[in-house]
């Protein structure tokens, strides 16, 4: 056995404290800021991730200069020499994340040209680029698609413009944002997405000298300027790793302190924490969050667009309310297939069924469309081990949840994927108490 495999020995409640740092969803763009500046910015709170690390491989192949700083979890990242960019290694990059169109806007403005090779990250829906592209259009790009990939052309400065988004895409807004701000003239993106890491990438953008308003109705304005600086931003904390060790606490019954987690950005997170029946305590330096014992309440839960309830937040929490007593409704308006991963809770155990009608109010484009977004979860249900294989990300961290807080042992292969957005996983999962042992120690452990 490959030691992508990981056997978890289940039915104790995770204790003790884990530290969580910046978010993988606005590391890596903040680090494509980067390339936006004349001078070096400097990255701290960096998680070691892999996405991290593509990215990373992404500037260098393209010129940048990245080092790690003095600070533990600080990058420095010149982009000095971006005009001798070496693209011919790029298609190694590809599948890898989401992360490379983002580079379209800030390579247009340095090169003249980009190319982006073809995109990976999690398998919870078709994921098109349509509003990408149709954006870039707008501020005179030119785009071709290859094989490969896709290559793009600004024969001229690109030019500010007005955007209304069919729908508030993250990706979409952060293309917008690190378009805007050295294009010539104003942009008015309308129906922008505001999670909390666009923001953030707001604050690193206007460090590095670009001028962006937010209105209150999901408009953001952006003056384009000639020139930006480099940046010093400390990433805000992963509000969605935080969210999953709430989550593993709910689930095996256990009590985890999250340091580093922060309520801002958690607050419709904690709100449905408290809902179903998981206590808080928030201090100074991170959150506490725990199983107080007694029932599990079942809860009606819709993801949406931020500040709505995160969709990333959803498959770690429909691992806990498996042990809700009652019927919970959960409508996902973000994915159209990001509860496939459900069928193999239920061989474990779990009564979660799956609907294509919307079971909630919340406007959603997936009814009617033959999708199964909706589930009913019928619980408490009694989790036994089993045999998982890790389909996404989130996926991937809610199968270790449950087989955590199933009895007998499960073995969860392709744990290497949950390494994209998840730091030292493994480490944080012993120093909760976990048993868990990859497929080396336990040849290891035969040979004494
Ligand atoms: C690296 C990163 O930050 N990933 C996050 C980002 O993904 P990402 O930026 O890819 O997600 P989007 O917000 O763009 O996608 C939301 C919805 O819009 C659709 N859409 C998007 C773009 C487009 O051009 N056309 C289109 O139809 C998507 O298919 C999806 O149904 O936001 C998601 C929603 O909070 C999170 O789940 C992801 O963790
Ligand atoms: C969907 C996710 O990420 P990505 O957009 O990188 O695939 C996620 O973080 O859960």
């Known amino acids: ?40 910015s400097r990255l701290r709170n960096v998680p070691d991730i892999r996405d991290v690390k593509v990215v990373r491989g992404l500037l260098q192949l393209h010129g940048v200069t990245v080092r790690s700083g003095e600070e533990e979890g600080e990058l420095i990242l010149d982009p000095s020499h971006v005009e001798s960019a070496n693209v011919a290694d790029i298609d190694a990059h590809a599948g890898s994340s989401r992360i490379p169109i983002l580079f379209c806007g800030p390579l247009l403005h340095r090169l003249g040209h980009a190319f982006i090779p073809g995109l990976g990250g999690c398998d919870i829906g ?16 030119t785009i071709e698609k290859h094989p490969q990939g896709t290559y793009l052309v600004a024969a001229q400065r690109l ?11 993250v990706g979409a807004t952060e293309q917008v944002l690190l378009t805007a701000v050295l294009a010539e003239g104003d942009t008015e993106l309308r129906n922008a997405a505001i999670e909390p890491e666009i923001v953030d990438l707001i604050c690193v953008l206007q460090k590095m000298g670009a001028i962006i308003s937010m209105g209150t109705d999901r408009t953001i304005l952006i003056t384009g300027v000639d020139e930006l600086g480099g940046y010093n931003h400390r990433a805000l904390p992963d509000r969605l790793e935080a969210a999953s060790w709430a989550c593993a606490a709910l689930a095996t019954k256990g009590d985890i302190y999250v340091r580093g987690a922060r309520q801002l950005e958690m607050m419709t997170f904690l709100n449905t924490f408290r809902k179903v029946g998981g206590a808080f305590a928030v201090d100074d330096e991170g959150i506490r969050f725990w199983h107080p014992g007694g029932e599990l309440n079942a809860i009606a839960l819709e993801t949406d667009v931020h500040p709505g309830f995160q969709t990333d937040w959803q498959q770690p929490l429909v691992v806990a309310l498996t042990q809700a007593a009652g019927l919970s409704i959960v409508h996902e308006t973000v994915y159209e297939s990001r509860l496939g991963f459900t069928s193999a809770l239920n061989q474990m155990g779990a009564h979660i069924q799956l609907y294509r009608e919307c079971l909630g109010g919340t406007p959603c484009r997936f009814g009617q469309r033959n999708f199964l977004h909706s589930a009913v979860v019928s619980g408490p249900s009694k989790l036994l081990g089993g045999e998982l ?12 949840i449950a087989a955590l807080a199933a009895e007998g042992t499960s073995t969860v292969h392709g744990i290497s994927l949950i390494n994209r957005g998840y730091e030292n ?18 040849e290891m452990l035969a040979t004494v």
Do not use: C, W
């Open 425 to 442: 996983f493994l480490e944080k999962l012993r120093a909760l108490g976990a048993h868990v042992q990859l497929p080396s120690e336990q």
């Open 1 to 40: 056995m490959t030691d992508d495999v990981l056997l978890v020995h289940g039915g104790n409640p995770l204790e003790g404290e884990i530290r969580v740092r910046g978010a993988k969803n606005l590391v890596p763009k903040a680090m494509v800021a980067a390339l936006l500046g004349q001078g070096p």
């Open 389 to 400: 294989v890790i389909p996404d990300l989130r996926g991937g961290f809610s199968y270790l």
């Open 159 to 169: 030019r500010g413009t007005k955007i209304e988004l069919p729908y508030p895409s």
């Open 126 to 141: 078709g994921r098109p680029v349509d509003f990408h592209f149709e954006v870039l259009r707008q501020f005179g790009a």
